[in-house]
């Protein structure tokens, strides 16, 4: 196959196979930054008058056109460079409502990559190596005094509360334990109070939901409970007495936070607001969509559904799930990571291999997930375990009906191993039910640090 071809401004232009373009081609743009060359019209331009005069300097390109210019990059790369050309094209930028970009992808240790270029993007000035969570255009780096966030395209920063600091609801709770065959176990479950002291105690998922609101999975491997604050707050607000779930995913959707867990029931979070601080708090957690049926592994390695496929080899499905909005409604995508299966009798590590996409579609109104076979033709996904979203597939010339992934595996939650070294971003078609690399040449090993891999989205 042909290699990419560099472009003027030396990024990579993916070359085109006959009959075929790639799902992250589009149409190029060639900027000028320099004085445009003279135009000949011929003779009939004296009789057309008034005829239209390019500005004696590109810095002098009126501002809807350079509206319209920035509407036609997808890349965040590329807004970037059009606001370095000139002071007059960065205040153009600047004044300009823009629909999103294309995400950034981020790796812990500062690399960013801006799709669809396959070349490493830096931002100016900073770097924003090891971070430990992100959520939309925000990098969290977690110290011993709170959390700090950032944002690298704004280089804006909030504060967040340590996660030892949790006003407890009520504020008198305690941990309660009984002895079971010679071990400390939870009575009657595990609550926040059984794992607020943990050394491996972090933010598993962190939601920026207002201005005035920020909500978070925080746990220890396969158990965690919903914390809330306000930005800026000196401390975390916790229903101390609550089960802990595993809870796989959240999201604020229409004014609501909602989280679901691997048994893949819908909850929706109502928050309250404490009345001698003002701050929030979980005031109730209510099923809103009880899940049943098809339900894939999860947990405990000694205990999972086995079945054979291809020469009789024994595989089973590990599962993650997701929750996303596109177009107005809400969708539950599950992912199946067929593993490996020991065979009975035989200790070894089980072993990650393709992994397929389910969707679902909140119905609310009975209560229920309705399977779709697409995300639509004209909408992408991008998933992540710390962001995900949808966006039009036509506006950045990509291919509907497509799953962009990653292999960004909880560092504290190992459920299975892989044959590689190294991991990439990929892509599953719907239609089809194929995975492929839409980006080959971006890469990164696969070591413990580098699991928090994250799509980063400009303008949330």
Not at 37 to 46: E, I, N, V, Y
Not at 65 to 71: D, E, I, P, S, T
Not at 353 to 381: P, R
Not at 431 to 458: C, N, Q, T
Request: proline fraction near 9%; charged fraction near 20%.
């Amino acid at each position: 196959s042909k290699q990419p071809q560099r472009g003027g401004d030396g990024n990579s232009t993916p070359s085109l196979a006959p009959g075929r373009r790639p799902s992250h081609w589009y149409p190029p743009l060639l900027l000028f930054t320099s004085a445009p060359p003279p135009l000949s019209l011929g003779p009939m331009a004296t009789e057309n008058k008034p005829h239209w005069q390019p500005p004696s300097s590109w810095s002098a390109l009126p501002p809807d056109l350079a509206g319209l210019v920035l509407r036609l990059l997808p890349a965040y790369a590329d807004h970037a460079r059009f606001a370095a050309v000139c002071p007059q094209w960065r205040a153009a930028a600047r004044k300009q409502v823009m629909p999103p970009t294309l995400p950034l992808l981020a790796l812990p240790d500062g690399t960013f990559y801006s799709l669809p270029y396959d070349e490493r993007f830096r931002f100016p000035g900073c770097g924003f190596a090891g971070y430990k969570s992100a959520y939309g255009s925000w990098l969290v780096f977690p110290r011993d005094d709170g959390c700090f966030l950032v944002n690298p395209f704004s280089r804006a920063t909030m504060t967040l509360p340590p996660l030892f600091s949790v006003r407890l609801r009520p504020p008198n709770a305690v941990a309660k334990w009984i002895l079971q065959d010679g071990s400390k176990v939870a009575d009657p479950y595990t609550t926040w109070m059984h794992i607020n002291d943990s050394e491996e105690l972090h933010i598993i998922k962190l939601l920026l939901c207002s201005p005035n609101l920020v909500a978070a999975l925080v746990g220890v491997e396969y158990t965690s409970q919903i914390l809330m604050c306000q930005p800026g707050a000196l401390s975390w607000s916790v229903r101390a007495c609550d089960e802990c779930k595993d809870f796989e995913d959240m999201v604020f959707y229409q004014g609501k936070l909602y989280a679901i867990a691997d048994d893949e029931d819908l909850l929706v979070v109502n928050v309250s607001s404490d009345q001698s601080t003002g701050d929030p708090q979980v005031s109730r957690v209510g099923r809103v969509i009880k899940a049943k049926g098809d339900r894939c592994y999860k947990g405990d390695l000694s205990v999972y559904h086995v079945v054979c496929r291809e020469n009789s080899v024994p595989v089973m499905p590990v599962k993650k799930v997701y929750l996303v909005e596109s177009c107005g409604a809400l969708l539950m995508v599950r992912r199946k990571i067929w593993c490996q299966a020991p065979r009975p009798g035989v200790t070894c590590k089980i072993v990650a291999g393709k992994s397929e996409f389910e969707v679902f579609k909140a119905d609310f109104e009975h209560s229920q997930w309705i399977k779709v076979s697409t995300v639509g033709d004209d909408q992408v996904l991008f998933l992540g375990r710390r962001c995900s979203r949808a966006l039009s597939a036509s506006r950045y010339g990509l291919l509907g009906n497509h799953i962009f992934f990653l292999d960004d595996d909880d560092e504290h939650r190992v459920d299975y191993f892989y044959d590689e070294d190294n991991t990439s971003c990929s892509s599953y078609d719907m239609r089809l039910g194929d995975v492929s690399s839409p980006h080959p040449m971006i890469s990164w090993k696969r070591r413990k640090e580098m699991r928090l891999a994250a799509w980063l989205f400009p303008q949330d």
